[in-house]
């Protein structure tokens, strides 16, 4: 059964930084693109950043570009993100999730992990 | 960005309503639309992808149709079970957009 296990999360201060982590398993990880999706306390689900099954491309939503990195290490079916200059809007569970194709960008999400609190505040 | 638009943002049925949940996108997304169920405190789950098509192992009663900017999810029988919220998706276009959710309760 594919698993999604996120690790990370925590508290940290404003303009800080923090890299979450996914783990992987049950599945060929190389084979699909994986994605971060965010949801703020009490909110909806918010897309954050993908990244290819090859890691070579990624994609990124405006509200985090040059602020976060996605990368994925195949070799440890593993994916991260690591988020630095955090604000107080990128309070958040963050869910890691897996693509259902294996092309390039699916964007179809048929696991979740159970998601990591990151909570930004002095 | 495409935005999707959901309503109602809540409802509130008997077991054995039929209950259904509107989703427009603000452009044309042929059928590129999922629909996923977060129950309190877990991840979300993928139900419906393609705007039609059921996921492996979700009940029958959970349906959806609709392609363009207009889509429908469907309970045709509430089950107390299906107390969550419901959320539709398009990944035609990046970013891929989120609606702002429909909660599902029981009357």
């Known amino acids: 059964e594919v698993q999604l296990l996120e690790s990370g999360g925590g508290l940290v201060q404003p303009g800080g930084s923090l890299r979450l982590s996914c783990a992987a398993s049950?599945?060929?990880?190389?084979?699909?693109?994986m994605t971060w999706v965010r949801q703020a306390p009490g909110k909806g689900l918010e897309w954050v950043s993908t990244?290819?099954?090859?890691?070579?491309?990624?994609y990124y939503a405006d509200f985090v570009k040059g602020r976060f990195t996605i990368s994925r290490d195949n070799s440890n079916n593993s994916m991260y993100l690591h988020m630095t200059s955090l604000r107080a809007d990128d309070t958040a569970i963050y869910f890691c999730?897996?693509?259902?194709?294996?092309?390039?960008?699916?964007?179809?999400?048929?696991?979740w992990g159970q998601g990591a609190l990151v909570t930004v505040s002095s | 960005d495409v935005q999707m638009t959901q309503s109602p943002s809540s409802l509130s049925a008997s077991v054995g309503d039929r209950v259904t949940i509107t989703c427009r996108a603000s452009?044309?997304?042929?059928?590129?639309l999922n629909w996923y169920q977060q129950k309190p405190g877990k991840a979300p789950k993928l139900l419906i992808y393609?705007?039609?098509n059921l996921e492996t192992g979700v009940p029958s009663r959970f349906s959806g149709s609709g392609s363009g900017t207009r889509f429908t999810f469907t309970i045709s029988s509430l089950q107390p079970e299906d107390i969550a919220t419901y959320y539709c998706q398009q990944y035609e276009n990046l970013p891929f957009t989120f609606g702002g959710g429909t909660k599902v309760e029981i009357k």
């Open positions: 452009q044309e997304i042929s059928n590129y």
């Open positions: 049950d599945f060929t990880f190389s084979n699909y693109a």
């Open positions: 393609d705007a039609s």
């Open positions: 999730a897996k693509d259902d194709a294996t092309i390039p960008l699916a964007g179809t999400f048929d696991h």
């Open positions: 990244i290819s099954g090859s890691g070579t491309t990624t």
